[in-house]
């Protein structure tokens, strides 16, 4: 079935992909209720591929790795832009909320099948990279303590350098 609300189409379905959303059509599994906290993240997460038009981005990279399909670096772009809409997403889905709990839940839909893996995934995974990007601490001054960290590495190559020579 298909519902229309603020510009945007609502389907309900049974697809193990979803929830996932094309443009300005969302594609809700039927398991999740919207109402809950997990079904009100995941809207807000699936709003904003809809509101920075990720598709149109997704799209665009899966053209240029079409045609240039024999170079690994279009690959790895391609997979890198998909991982940075997952961290907008992720972020504007969790202001405000429980990151732990947003954590909890990426982690459940991952493993939500019936069956369990020969090896697991997730060491090399996309979800350990968001997990990780959702619970790194904001603080103020840790592009500061990047930035004061050149100097050194100056210093120390500096003196490699001088020790090097003589």
């Known amino acids: 079935p298909q519902e229309h609300f603020e510009g945007i189409?609502?389907?309900?379905?049974?697809?193990?992909?979803?929830?996932?959303?094309?443009?300005?059509?969302?594609?809700?599994?039927?398991?999740?209720?919207?109402?809950?906290?997990?079904?009100?993240?995941?809207?807000?997460?699936?709003?904003?591929?809809?509101?920075?038009?990720?598709?149109?981005?997704?799209i665009f990279t899966e053209m240029v790795t079409a045609v240039f399909w024999w170079n690994p670096v279009f690959h790895l772009i391609k997979k890198e832009i998909s991982l940075?809409?997952?961290?907008?997403?992720?972020?504007?889905?969790?202001?405000?909320?429980?990151t732990r709990a947003f954590a909890q839940m990426l982690l459940a839909s991952q493993f939500s099948g019936n069956h369990l893996p020969a090896a697991s995934p997730f060491l090399s995974s996309n979800l350990k990279k968001r997990i990780t990007m959702l619970t790194k601490s904001k603080t103020r001054f840790s592009y500061a303590r990047r930035l004061f960290a050149l100097p050194i590495l100056f210093i120390i190559a500096f003196a490699y350098l001088v020790n090097a020579k003589n």
């Open 9 to 58: 189409s609502f389907y309900q379905t049974n697809l193990s992909e979803a929830p996932f959303s094309f443009f300005k059509n969302l594609f809700w599994k039927d398991s999740i209720l919207i109402h809950s906290d997990l079904g009100r993240q995941i809207l807000k997460h699936e709003m904003v591929h809809i509101e920075q038009k990720h598709s149109r981005d997704k």
């Open 84 to 98: 940075i809409h997952e961290y907008l997403a992720d972020k504007k889905a969790i202001k405000n909320s429980d």
